[in-house]
T-cell receptor, first 111, second 113 residues
Framework: DQQVKQNSPSLSVQEGRISILNCDYT??????FLWYKKYPAEGPTFLIS?????DKNEDGRFTVFLNKSAKHLSLHIVPSQPGDSAVYFC??????????FGTGTRLTIIP | KAGVTQTPRYLIKTRGQQVTLSCSPI?????VSWYQQTPGQGLQFLFE???????NKGNFPGRFSGRQFSNSRSEMNVSTLELGDSALYLC????????????FGPGTRLTVL
């Protein structure tokens, strides 16, 4: 049972435009959400997180939006840069016990 | 501060063998989690250790086991290897809670022939 779903395996965006990555979850107990970025041959690196008491969190070019009623979160990257090309994973936890990851979305930024 | 290190980086084994992977967390981090990454499956949670005790376990067979030492270093072991165990095994550490921001090592690429 995949509790965290990333339904788009891949996404291509032109440099300078906005990249929007989506994630859906089914477990209503999840109260903390994170986004990770992964380059080939490296481990995932933390990007940004959001608690369920918020609906938006920003960090530079990265903004995460949380819609609890729809059990949906999204990551916006503005403007997109070539170095943003990577696989993006969303993750969720309940009571900070463990992280449950989605299957990832491969983002390609086209110069 | 040094990051999470994993050894070895690459490993080739044959079916039926066993393997031990090692992970050194960031200094001061007491929680260590292990994940298996395969194409199309994302990161599947194996188990988490805190203060030498397994605190949480994923849905993997008993062939997968782990332990944590007093210095927080961790090892995972896979016995009776199967072809389907070929994957990238990632270790991550966090200060205290496994559901907080975790810092990942580069992973060990295991190939089972």
């Amino acid at each position: 049972d995949q509790q965290v779903k990333q339904n788009s395996p891949s996404l291509s965006v032109q440099e300078g435009r906005i990249s929007i990555l989506n994630c859906d979850y089914t477990n209503s107990m999840f109260d903390y959400f994170l986004w990770y970025k992964k380059y080939p041959a490296e481990g995932p690196t933390f990007l940004i997180s959001i608690s369920s008491i918020k609906d938006k969190n920003e960090d530079g070019r990265f903004t995460v939006f949380l819609n609890k009623s729809a059990k949906h979160l999204s990551l916006h990257i503005v403007p997109s840069q070539p170095g943003d090309s990577a696989v993006y994973f969303c993750a969720a936890s309940a009571r900070r016990e463990k992280l449950t990851f989605g299957t990832g979305t491969r983002l390609t930024i086209i110069p | 501060k040094a990051g999470v290190t994993q050894t070895p980086r690459y490993l080739i084994k044959t079916r039926g063998q066993q393997v031990t992977l090692s992970c050194s967390p960031i200094s001061g981090h007491r929680s260590v989690s292990w994940y298996q990454q395969t194409p199309g499956q994302g990161l599947q949670f194996l188990f988490e250790y805190f203060s030498e005790t397994q605190r949480n376990k994923g849905n993997f067979p008993g062939r997968f086991s782990g332990r944590q030492f007093s210095n927080s270093r961790s090892e995972m072991n896979v016995s009776t290897l199967e072809l389907g165990d070929s994957a990238l095994y990632l270790c991550a550490s966090s200060l205290r809670l496994a559901g907080d921001e975790q810092f990942f090592g580069p992973g060990t690429r295991l190939t089972v022939l």
